[in-house]
């Protein structure tokens, strides 16, 4: 195998490149989903819809996605089908994990090791990180929404997609499982009841 820079590459498949206009323009990928009443922009708050999404679908007490799963930086006026396979073209599964507050602060931890910046989306939850400037950690303060603390002992209902279930390294006793609904369809069925954007603000 190998790379292939494709600003070296100037020759183009014109049947290739005409299908891939009618996929584009295909009535069924700009099905209009929803309208919203003013942009979703950046990581957070489409990653707070994407979490809210996934939590709310399967009544989870926490939701959470990583950064690289978004791949667009917004979402504004008539949101399409093709734009949510923008959103998320991978096709990941959502995943539940029973876990600990020590756990998810491992999660966090491990996380934020890795990337050296806040990289977790979340619903259920809202966490701060104090760091030193070379991003060594030297706090983690895990609350609910509603301002309480996360009960020591207690097994919270979390839910992820596959990909970090798989990839990330962070401590759980449980497995996991798949919940069998792909991320996208979660998504396209949460726009369809209709949100309140205000919220992600």
Avoid: C, W
């Avoid at 709310?56 to 504004?76: E, K, M, P, V």
């Avoid at 029973?98 to 998810?104: D, F, H, N, V």
């Avoid at 970090?164 to 962070?170: D, E």
Wanted: glycine letters at 6%; aromatic letters at 6%.
């Amino acid at each position: 195998g190998e790379l292939i820079n494709l600003k070296n590459v100037d020759i183009e498949d014109i049947e290739i490149k005409k299908r891939i206009s009618q996929i584009k323009n295909s009535p069924i990928l700009n099905r209009v989903i929803t309208r919203l009443d003013r942009p979703l922009q950046g990581k957070t708050e489409l990653g707070n819809l994407i979490t809210d999404a996934i939590r709310q679908r399967f009544n989870l007490d926490i939701a959470i996605y990583n950064n690289g799963g978004i791949r667009i930086n917004s979402l504004a006026g008539d949101v399409r089908l093709k734009d949510i396979y923008a959103l998320h073209p991978f096709g990941n599964y959502v995943v539940e994990i029973k876990m600990t507050p020590s756990e998810i602060e491992d999660f966090i931890r491990s996380d934020f090791e890795r990337h050296k910046s806040i990289d977790l989306q979340v619903s259920g939850i809202r966490y701060t990180i104090s760091a030193t400037r070379d991003n060594r950690i030297l706090g983690i303060n895990i609350k609910k929404e509603n301002g309480e603390k996360l009960l020591k002992g207690k097994k919270y209902r979390v839910g992820t997609n596959n990909y970090i279930l798989s990839s990330y390294k962070f401590k759980h006793k449980d497995p996991g499982r798949s919940l069998q609904v792909k991320v996208a369809d979660i998504l396209i069925d949460f726009l369809n009841k209709g949100i309140d954007v205000q919220k992600y603000k």
